[in-house]
Protein backbone atom coordinates (compact mmCIF):
# COMPACT_ATOMS: atom_id res chain seq x y z
CA UNK A 1 0.00 0.00 0.00
CA UNK A 2 1.18 3.98 -1.03
CA UNK A 3 1.02 6.39 1.23
CA UNK A 4 1.13 10.12 0.05
CA UNK A 5 1.68 12.50 2.67
CA UNK A 6 1.14 16.32 1.60
CA UNK A 7 2.52 19.50 3.71
CA UNK A 8 3.35 23.22 3.09
CA UNK A 9 -0.10 24.62 2.65
CA UNK A 10 -1.19 27.50 4.37
CA UNK A 11 -2.62 30.98 4.27
CA UNK A 12 -0.30 33.62 2.13
CA UNK A 13 -1.46 36.96 0.64
CA UNK A 14 -1.57 37.31 -3.34
CA UNK A 15 2.45 37.30 -4.64
CA UNK A 16 3.63 35.39 -2.06
CA UNK A 17 4.84 32.04 -2.32
CA UNK A 18 4.90 28.44 -0.53
CA UNK A 19 6.32 25.05 -1.38
CA UNK A 20 4.17 22.01 -1.30
CA UNK A 21 6.10 18.50 -0.10
CA UNK A 22 4.60 15.16 -0.89
CA UNK A 23 6.23 12.71 1.04
CA UNK A 24 6.09 8.98 -0.11
CA UNK A 25 5.89 5.47 1.20
CA UNK A 26 7.27 2.73 -0.45
CA UNK A 27 10.68 1.35 -2.04
CA UNK A 28 9.27 1.88 -5.77
CA UNK A 29 8.78 5.39 -5.73
CA UNK A 30 12.08 6.46 -8.06
CA UNK A 31 10.17 4.27 -10.92
CA UNK A 32 6.48 6.40 -10.81
CA UNK A 33 5.98 9.76 -12.71
CA UNK A 34 4.33 11.92 -10.21
CA UNK A 35 1.94 14.72 -10.42
CA UNK A 36 0.15 17.34 -8.39
CA UNK A 37 -3.51 18.21 -8.95
CA UNK A 38 -5.83 21.19 -7.00
CA UNK A 39 -9.87 21.28 -6.30
CA UNK A 40 -11.03 24.87 -5.43
CA UNK A 41 -14.42 25.09 -4.04
CA UNK A 42 -17.34 23.82 -6.10
CA UNK A 43 -15.05 23.01 -9.26
CA UNK A 44 -13.51 19.67 -10.19
CA UNK A 45 -10.23 18.47 -10.23
CA UNK A 46 -7.73 19.87 -11.97
CA UNK A 47 -4.20 19.45 -13.25
CA UNK A 48 -1.49 21.29 -12.03
CA UNK A 49 2.20 19.94 -12.87
CA UNK A 50 3.62 16.47 -12.90
CA UNK A 51 7.21 15.05 -13.03
CA UNK A 52 8.72 11.69 -15.06
CA UNK A 53 10.26 9.13 -13.11
CA UNK A 54 13.86 10.38 -13.63
CA UNK A 55 12.56 14.21 -12.94
CA UNK A 56 13.67 14.69 -17.09
CA UNK A 57 10.25 15.90 -18.05
CA UNK A 58 8.35 18.26 -16.45
CA UNK A 59 4.30 19.33 -17.98
CA UNK A 60 2.31 22.27 -16.38
CA UNK A 61 -0.80 23.69 -16.82
CA UNK A 62 -0.97 27.39 -18.41
CA UNK A 63 -2.39 28.58 -15.62
CA UNK A 64 0.89 28.28 -13.87
CA UNK A 65 3.32 28.00 -16.05
CA UNK A 66 6.53 30.40 -15.17
CA UNK A 67 5.09 30.20 -11.48
CA UNK A 68 5.71 27.29 -10.49
CA UNK A 69 7.65 24.59 -10.68
CA UNK A 70 7.66 20.93 -9.69
CA UNK A 71 11.09 18.80 -8.83
CA UNK A 72 11.53 15.56 -6.49
CA UNK A 73 14.21 13.68 -5.11
CA UNK A 74 14.10 10.66 -5.27
CA UNK A 75 16.83 9.27 -2.62
CA UNK A 76 13.82 11.16 -0.21
CA UNK A 77 10.93 9.66 -1.66
CA UNK A 78 9.74 13.38 -2.28
CA UNK A 79 7.88 15.42 -4.54
CA UNK A 80 7.60 19.18 -4.57
CA UNK A 81 5.76 22.11 -5.83
CA UNK A 82 7.20 25.32 -5.73
CA UNK A 83 4.82 27.99 -5.53
CA UNK A 84 5.63 31.67 -6.63
CA UNK A 85 3.49 34.68 -7.16
CA UNK A 86 0.68 32.99 -5.57
CA UNK A 87 -2.55 34.67 -7.16
CA UNK A 88 -6.04 33.82 -4.85
CA UNK A 89 -7.06 31.89 -8.39
CA UNK A 90 -4.43 29.79 -7.01
CA UNK A 91 -6.58 28.74 -3.70
CA UNK A 92 -7.52 25.08 -3.48
CA UNK A 93 -6.88 22.09 -2.10
CA UNK A 94 -3.69 20.31 -3.54
CA UNK A 95 -3.11 16.69 -4.26
CA UNK A 96 -0.15 14.55 -4.64
CA UNK A 97 -1.17 11.31 -6.71
CA UNK A 98 1.70 8.71 -8.31
CA UNK A 99 1.72 8.15 -11.93
CA UNK A 100 2.31 5.75 -14.10
CA UNK A 101 5.12 3.54 -13.69
CA UNK A 102 8.01 4.72 -15.34
CA UNK A 103 5.86 7.15 -16.71
CA UNK A 104 6.40 10.37 -18.17
CA UNK A 105 4.22 13.22 -17.57
CA UNK A 106 0.57 12.93 -16.92
CA UNK A 107 -2.44 15.43 -17.26
CA UNK A 108 -5.25 12.71 -16.99
CA UNK A 109 -6.40 12.20 -13.44
CA UNK A 110 -7.18 8.47 -14.68
CA UNK A 111 -3.50 8.11 -15.37
CA UNK A 112 -2.50 8.08 -11.42
CA UNK A 113 -3.77 5.49 -9.33
CA UNK A 114 -2.49 6.74 -5.98
CA UNK A 115 -3.79 9.88 -3.91
CA UNK A 116 -2.41 12.27 -0.82
CA UNK A 117 -5.63 13.65 1.34
CA UNK A 118 -4.68 17.11 0.53
CA UNK A 119 -3.04 20.55 1.86
CA UNK A 120 -5.17 23.63 1.81
CA UNK A 121 -3.78 26.59 -0.14
CA UNK A 122 -5.40 30.20 0.54
CA UNK A 123 -4.16 33.00 -1.53
CA UNK A 124 -5.69 36.27 0.11
CA UNK A 125 -6.07 39.50 -2.39
Known amino acids: QVQLVESGGGLVQAGDSLRLSCAAS????????MGWFRQAPGREREFVAAISWSGGSTRYADSVKGRFSISRDNAKNTVYLQMNSLKPVDTGVYYC??????????????????WGQGTQVTVSS
Open 26 to 33: GRTFSTYA
Open 97 to 114: ARGPWYGSTSSAPREYDY
